[in-house]
C-alpha cells in the first residue's frame, strides 16, 4: 500500500494498493476459498477471513517515501478457526 498522491476530499483514503496474485495461485486461492465453511464476523455475518499482515516501510533511497508492504495467505492462525482442507498452495 503506498500513500494516496492527491486525496479528494477529507474522507478519502490515505493508502492505496492492490494485492497481485500470479494466476495460477488465484484460482487455487478461488478453490480454497469457495470450500470454507466460513466464520461469524463482528457482526454476525458469514465470512471467510484471509490472514493479512504489514509492515512500515519507508524507500531505499528516499526515507520520506513511506509505504506499507505486506503479504496475503489462506493459511490461519492456529488459536483461529480453520476448515479441516488445506488451502492447495
Known sequence: MM???EKKHEKSPDMTGSIDFPLE???KLAD?????PGEAD???D???KVP?????KEGRQN???KFIGGTCSALK???TSVSDTPPPF
Open 52 to 56: 493479512i499482515v504489514g509492515w512500515n
Open 32 to 36: 480454497w476459498i469457495v470450500a470454507q
Open 25 to 27: 495461485e488465484a484460482m
Open 42 to 44: 463482528w457482526k454476525g
Open 77 to 79: 492462525q492456529e488459536n
Open 3 to 5: 500513500p494516496v498522491k
Open 63 to 65: 526515507p520520506d517515501f
Open 46 to 48: 458469514t465470512v471467510v
